[in-house]
Every structure is written in C-alpha cells, then in structure tokens.
C-alpha cells in the first residue's frame, strides 16, 4: 500500500510539473506575439529622412501618443488598483492593438510575473487546462476579469473601513489644506459606498474647517445647496481661494514694525545736565556802561548739592552711586584694585593641615634634619 500511494503522488507530481511547464510555454508564446506585433508595426513605419519634410495628413494630425506601459505587478493590495488603472489606460488609448476581450487579459496577466500575481496566474491557467473545463475561458470577458482581480487584489474590508472612518472624527481637516481633506474625503466616499447626496453633504460638511464652512453657510448670493455635493466642494475651493489671497494681500501690504531705542547694560540712560544761562545784562564793558557783579550767581551755585564723581548727577556721593557696580564706570584704580585682588586669589596656595600635637617632633635632631 506504501508503495502504491509513493508511486501515486510522483504521477501527481509530474503531473503538476508538466502542467507548469505548459503554463510557462503559454506564457513565453504571449510574450513572443506581443514581440513580434512590435516589431511588424517598427518595420511597417518607413524611416524619417531628416532632410525631405513629409507631407502631413489627417491621420498623423490624429495620431495618439504612445502611453506608458504598466509595471509589473507583485500581488501586493496597496498597489492593484493602481495596477488595474495603469492597464485600463493603455487599453483606452490603444484599443486597436487589442482584437477581442481575451487578448485584454492575456496582455495584463503578462505582467503577473512574480509572488502572489504569478501564482494566481498559474492557477487561471491550470483551470483551463482541466478536461471537465476544455475550451472554455476562466473569464467571460475584461470586466468579469477586473472583477475578480478586484476580489484578489484590491484592498481588504475597504468599504468597513471607510464607513467607520467617516463615522468618527478622523477624518476632519484640522490643520491640514483643502486639497488634502477633500481628496481623502472623496477617497472615502467612493470605497464606503455612499450614494444619498444629503448624507455626502452632511459628511462634507462636518469635516470642513469651521472658517471654511461658517462661510460657505452663511453665503448671502449663491450658497450651494445642502443636497448638491459638487457644489460645496466647489463653494469650499472658492471660499479657502479668497482666504489665502486676503492673507497674501494683508502681509505684502503690513509695513516693517517701527524699531525703539533701547539701552544695553545695567546703566539707566540720562540726559545731561541742564546749565542755566548766564544772566548777564550785557557782557562787553564800556567806560560808561560797566558790567555788574552777579552776586547772585555764585551764591546759587554754591548753595547747589554737589555732583557726583562717578555718574555726574547731583544727590549723592561716589560711594553711594547706583552704577558704582557697573564696570563702564569704574575708574582706571578701580579696576586695577580689582584686578589685583583677583589675582592674588589665584596665586593663593591652601595652607597645610595643621599637625596634631602628639604627632609633633619631640627630637631636637629630627627637628634640624628636617629644615635641612
């Protein structure tokens, strides 16, 4: 029974290695058409002769641009519908390199080369090969492909998601851009499914900024309808548009803030002394018009406080001067006192530790040998 079951299983195996073999030649047999319809449509172009300016017709006037073709694609779910939209492009753009529904889905199955993508492949091309299945297609037609590539590949529970996302407050523009909300927004709106007009407002609107959307609401002319959604994508555009044009207008227009005086340092500045003007009646003396004796000036200054030495104000002395602490206004024996005594702190060496009395020397000869 053991060898029964051996032999079993290495029929099966081959079986399965054949079959993937097959899959394999199907496949280099796709590439080596598509090959070859290039190059029959390079050779059918006749060669430009730079010098010899060709007429144009109408069909060149018309002809389309050679669109990107899609990458390779892996199985990863973050990127197949990027994929699926890549291939959709080409196909739009070149519908006559393609003559029936399975030529579609053989080109994009060409680029499932590698992971997931490759093995979903195999398995398409294994269930055609079944007898129960021969002649038959696995899929009807390019829709019925992108359908179930979409079961495969799109992004799992997507529509779940969106719906608890837009239930919740995650999704609200905060601090982020317009673009930037409504694209997520519409993002969302399409995977959760949502058709009724009124609810897509409701949603919109909740999630707008509340600026944005207290003025869009409150529009006297042309407010937007609460059950037209394009109508408030555009009203919001309008409304953020304006604000960041205001803003632009009201900062170029702002002159530089005016620049104020203010001292450095601890010292306080102070306007210099007022000097009373001398009150003469006439200074040039004449034989017959001499000049008076102004007692009363001198009187007045002497009966003045006099100023201090340090800062040149009146009331105080130099000892009790407020800037006395302040270098700028230390004199030249000032800073040199200061100096000194500074040093002399660095140059201090500490002192010995004093030595206890037992520990004193009692020998006189110890004592001599010592300060030799």
Known sequence: MDDDRVVHLEETVALLQARDVENQNKLDHILASLARLTSAQTEQTPPVNRDVPLPTTESQKTRRPKPAAPPEFGGDRAKGLAFLNSCQTYIRLCPDEFCDEQTKILWAMSYMKTDRASKWSARIFRWEQQPEHSGHNRFLDWDDFCCEFKKEFAPA??????????????????????????DEFLDLVADSGYTDPKTIVLKFRRGLHSSIQNAV???????PSDSNPEQWYSAARTVDENRASNEAFTSSSRGPAPTSFKPT????FRSPPVVAPERHAHRTPTPG???????DRFRKAASLSPLCF?????????????????????????LQEILESRLAQLDAVPSEPSVPVEEKVDDPQ????GNE
């Open 366 to 369: 110890d004592f001599y040998q």
């Open 289 to 295: 018009n001499p000049v008076p004796m102004d007692v």
């Open 265 to 268: 340092g601890t010292s306080t």
């Open 157 to 182: 529970h997507a529509d779940t998601i969106a719906l608890n996302r837009l239930e919740s407050a995650t999704y609200y523009q905060k601090n982020r851009s317009l673009d930037d909300y409504l």
């Open 310 to 334: 340090r800062c040149k104000q009146p009331g105080h002395f130099g000892k009790d001067c407020p800037d006395r602490f302040d270098v700028r206004t230390l004199t030249t024996d000032e």
């Open 217 to 223: 609401a409150t529009m006297t002319s042309g407010r």
